[in-house]
């Protein structure tokens, strides 16, 4: 895509700090730094959003992302790891170009916070939903 501001970095064009790099998959440093090592995975192809990546490329991107992990864990002694993937703006995704956040973790002082609340719009039956979802797969 000519104008995806991450195919120029697959392709070179702009840089970036590279952490790994193969083939498929290339990965960098997210220029926000929300923890020290923030990075991103991305497929050197270009697909929107994880919904419309190839079973392969997602089996690919992720492989990398742990690698990543681990390494961030024995280089900069991170305690833990966020993977987060945004799909589509509703879900906060603000590059249209595939990609996993690998985000390192140091406890309190790394003063980022990720929260998962209850839902607390509706009640949710558990039931009828699982069957929803499992049905379409
Ligand atoms: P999203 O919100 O789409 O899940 O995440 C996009 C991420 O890309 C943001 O965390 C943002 O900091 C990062 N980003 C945007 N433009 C660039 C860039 O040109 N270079 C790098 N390294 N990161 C970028
Ligand atoms: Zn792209």
């Known amino acids: 895509m000519d104008d995806c501001i991450f195919c120029k970095i697959a392709r070179g064009e702009i840089p970036c700090y590279k952490v790994y790099e193969d083939d498929d998959v290339l990965a960098f440093l997210d220029l926000s730094q929300t923890t020290k090592g923030h990075t991103l995975v991305i497929p050197k192809n270009h697909y929107d959003n994880f919904l419309f990546v190839p079973k392969d ?18 280089s900069l002694g991170a305690e833990g790891i966020n993977i987060l993937n945004n799909t589509n703006s509703v879900a906060g995704q603000t590059v249209m170009h595939f990609h996993v956040h690998v985000i390192p973790r140091y406890g309190e002082a790394d003063k980022l916070k990720i ?14 939903v ?3 979802i499992s049905k379409k797969l």
């Open 130 to 132: 699982a069957e929803e």
């Open 57 to 74: 490329i997602v089996s690919k991107v992720f492989g990398a992302a742990q690698k990543i992990a681990q390494a961030q864990v024995a």
């Open 115 to 128: 929260e998962f609340m209850s839902n607390k719009i509706e009640k949710i039956n558990l039931p009828a």
